[in-house]
């Protein structure tokens, strides 16, 4: 069956411009994760969406970072004024919490951004 | 603070030799431990994950060694293989009840390589 998806795999914009990053969880998967990794580093978490809950956001770095997620499926993370430190890899990943599984995230292939 | 340390950062190990990465948590509320395996311009995949109620849990080549009073947990890769080589990233977090999801705090990766 269809995996996380993520759009687009490769960002490039110019330093101060607001972005936006599109994650498609696995169908009937009821949580959904954002998480951040730079060159070279482990994966930052960012925020993380569950169901109808109010979301986790402790991870995210600064208030220009925001999420959100329509409709229990699809969601968009948004930078806005991008800085160059900002630049790295962001991993999408859902699971599946019902039912007693265990929390194994599924990731997707991410979308690198660079800010120039 | 890094709630999950992991080392080392880098690993050699000859076609058919034993690699083993070693990670080491200070939550003790913690309760599922995976290890993820990221191959490049790919998202992290589950590996194998532990609970702490059991000191070894082994599938096919991988096993991971857990010691709770030590709050240290490895994973051992038998038989290394080419195919192996990748990044490999230890994590914890707590796997909550039926219904609930929890984030995943990841350690820094090991890149792991295999001579044939």
């Known amino acids: 069956g269809a995996g996380v998806s993520q759009s687009p795999s490769n960002k490039v914009t110019e330093k101060g411009k607001d972005v936006e990053l599109r994650c498609d969880p696995i169908?009937?998967?009821?949580?959904l994760y954002w998480y951040r990794q730079s060159l070279g580093q482990g994966l930052e978490f960012l925020i993380y969406f569950q169901g109808n809950s109010a979301p986790d956001k402790s991870g995210l770095p600064s208030d220009r970072f925001s999420a959100e997620r329509t409709g229990g499926s699809v969601s968009t993370l948004t930078i806005q004024r991008t800085q160059q430190e900002d630049s790295a890899v962001y991993l999408c990943?859902?699971?599946?919490?019902?039912?007693?599984?265990?929390?194994?995230?599924?990731f997707g292939p991410g979308t690198r951004l660079t800010v120039l | 603070q890094q709630q999950v340390k992991q080392s080392p950062q880098s690993l050699i190990v000859q076609k058919g030799g034993i690699s083993i990465i070693n990670c080491a948590y200070e939550n003790t509320a913690f309760d599922y431990f995976p290890w993820y395996q990221q191959f490049p311009g790919k998202g992290p995949a589950l590996l194998i994950a532990i609970r702490p109620d059991v000191s070894e849990k082994k599938e096919g080549r991988f096993t991971i060694s857990f010691n709770k009073s030590a709050k240290q947990f490895s994973l051992h890769i038998m038989d290394s293989q080419p195919g192996d080589s990748a990044t490999y990233f230890c994590?914890?977090?707590?796997?909550?009840?039926?219904?609930?999801?929890?984030?995943?705090?990841f350690g820094s990766g090991t890149r792991l390589s295999i001579r044939p």
């Open positions: 994590a914890a977090s707590r796997a909550g009840g039926y219904s609930s999801a929890s984030k995943i705090i």
């Open positions: 169908s009937g998967h009821t949580a």
């Open positions: 990943a859902s699971s599946y919490t019902s039912g007693g599984a265990r929390n194994e995230q599924f």
